[in-house]
């Protein structure tokens, strides 16, 4: 007996699966590596932050600061010290590192393309000292993409954060300008932590905050309660754009006067918010009343969440080399290859089916198509 094509066969199934098992194995083995959006601006954009975190260990090798030997140079700049006179909070060791990733630059890119940043447009920008990398982070990106961010700090520092009181953020920030890595409009400096006016740091510490926002020509914003500071804050961008309209604001941490409490880091959504969740918020910060006049705001307030949802991971030390991860490289499936396959095994099963009918038509007519040569059923 002659063999035949036949879905009622166990060796043409057989032969099936394997047809299609390795249309699979062809699929699965057909990734191919694809530029996200605004790729050549998030090389660059960490290309500088590199360059800023080398800046950073000039000036410290300069000052002869030396704080702890992380095995690169580049974090030993970036990383403070876990207690000084201008430490205001608690924070995590591995958030900082997270942050001083130069890629962290391309994660930013990412979400101030999705607010529509482009070149020539302000971006409002509310700093911490809490998170020194991710602020060079967000400068870096906004240069980039050639947008000018219009920045006010808080000058307070978290543990491991910008707490050196001789080369605090806002001596960081004019340190990237003088050499021309970025060029941001700085306008105004506050003590942070809680009221945003360092209440609980000594008086020595105080004075160190404000000594570092004149040295730096910056306007102090020191008012009485938080919903004020919200408001010089926001008076103080706006007299900034001179009748510009803002593309997006920025808030970077948890600074309380730029969320109106600690508790609205967790209400608003991490990343990007084209309008704010509607929330029982227990005040109001600068995010709402931009958020208010429609500029969208990006809320780097988890910072780890933010790195591993853009696939870079966690901690590395010493620090990646630039164009790792996610951020920079789509890993997908060929869809040539995928729609070939499918072509390829809806072929063969069609085929099947129609040799199968012509053997049940003989069957209907009384024929044994097992008694039959192959000629005669195909004809």
Known sequence: ?????????????????????????????????????????????????????????????????????????????????????????IGAFETEVVGANPNFAAVVVDLLGKAGVERGDYVAVGFTGSHPGVNTAVLCACEALGATPVTISAVGSSWWGANDPDFTWVDMETLLNREGIVHSLPIAGSFGGINDIGVGLSQVGQELMKEAIQRNNLALIHEESVSASVQKRYQRYTDAAKGRKFKAYVDVGSGIASLGHDENAKLIRNGFNHRLPLQNYPARGVVHLFNADGVPVINIADILALSRDYGLGGAHVPLPAIGNGLVFMDDRYDLRVAGISAFLAILVIVVLVKLDSRLFKLADNGVDPDTLSTEVIHH
Not at 2 to 11: A, T
Not at 20 to 42: A, D, M
Not at 53 to 69: C, D, H, I, P, W
Request: charge should be positive.
């Open 1 to 89: 007996m002659q063999f035949r094509p036949s879905l009622r066969s166990v060796w043409t199934l057989v032969t099936l699966a394997v047809v299609c098992y390795g249309l699979y194995l062809w699929c699965e083995n057909s990734h191919v590596k694809r530029k996200t959006p605004f790729y050549e601006e998030k090389i660059a954009a960490a290309n500088l932050m590199d360059r800023a975190l080398r800046a950073y260990q000039g000036a410290t090798s300069e000052k002869g600061v030396f704080g702890e030997n992380y095995k690169d140079p580049r974090l030993d700049a970036v990383i403070g010290q876990q207690f000084s006179l201008i430490t205001t909070d």
